[in-house]
T-cell receptor
């Protein structure tokens, strides 16, 4: 157990639907990052939140959105789902190691769009 | 924008063979480099990282990597692989945009070790 918790582990849904993925960071970590892992694109950075505020955006589609709540958990919302959105979605949190920030990853949510 | 290239998509080795996985990055300035491993069904785990100093970095489980600035490379090596090293390996570079930065990953190399 890495300390970063993601739910659900698996999700199967139909095209056009909307889903919400949840991530709880390691205790004390203020930053949450979302990544999408697919066979053709590899691991792509989507978005970062720090203490409730969006701090960096990567290759995130307009159909996707995220937020971080006061208790620091984060949710990634995926809407108007397409077959190509099927992927493994990872969440990570970061903390200061004394030299730089270290990143801890969750086990991911596998999304299958049918 | 920074990018990371991993040359091998899938590498198949026998136990005790030596391993070298290639990684090249695009950014010409100061870089922080990482190798992560993902065992089947598990989360990404840090193998090693380079920030500064000795370009030969030693990590966990007998892995090491060499930072060669002139070649923009950070190749991962292990002298003798074991069946338990079967996993997917990701090279990453730190992007300092935003707060605390974020990691830009290569597409990964799947390593299969035959017993």
């Amino acid at each position: 157990d890495s300390g970063v918790t993601q739910t659900p582990k698996h999700l199967i849904t139909a095209t056009g639907q909307r889903v919400t993925l949840r991530c709880s960071p390691r205790s004390g970590d203020l930053s949450v990052y979302w990544y999408q892992q697919s066979l053709d694109q590899g691991l792509q950075f989507l978005i970062q939140y720090y203490n409730g505020e969006e701090r960096a955006k990567g290759n995130i589609l307009e159909r996707f959105s995220a937020q971080q709540f006061p208790d620091l958990h984060s949710e990634l919302n995926l809407s108007s789902l397409e077959l190509g959105d099927s992927a493994l979605y990872f969440c990570a949190s970061s903390s200061w190691t004394g030299v730089d920030y270290g990143y801890t990853f969750g086990s991911g949510t596998r999304l299958t769009v049918v | 924008a920074q990018s990371v290239s991993q040359h091998n998509h899938h590498v198949i080795l026998s136990e005790a063979a030596s391993l070298e996985l290639g990684c090249n990055y695009s950014y010409g300035g100061t870089v922080n480099l990482f190798w992560y491993v993902q065992y089947p069904g598990q989360h990404l785990q840090l193998l090693l990282k380079y920030f500064s100093g000795d370009p030969l970095v030693k990590g966990i489980k007998g892995f090491e990597a060499e930072f060669i600035k002139s070649k923009f490379s950070f190749n991962l090596r292990k002298p003798s692989v074991q069946w338990s090293d079967t996993a997917e390996y990701f090279c990453a570079v730190k992007n300092y945009g935003g707060s605390q930065g974020n990691l830009i990953f290569g597409k990964g190399t799947k390593l299969s070790v035959k017993p």
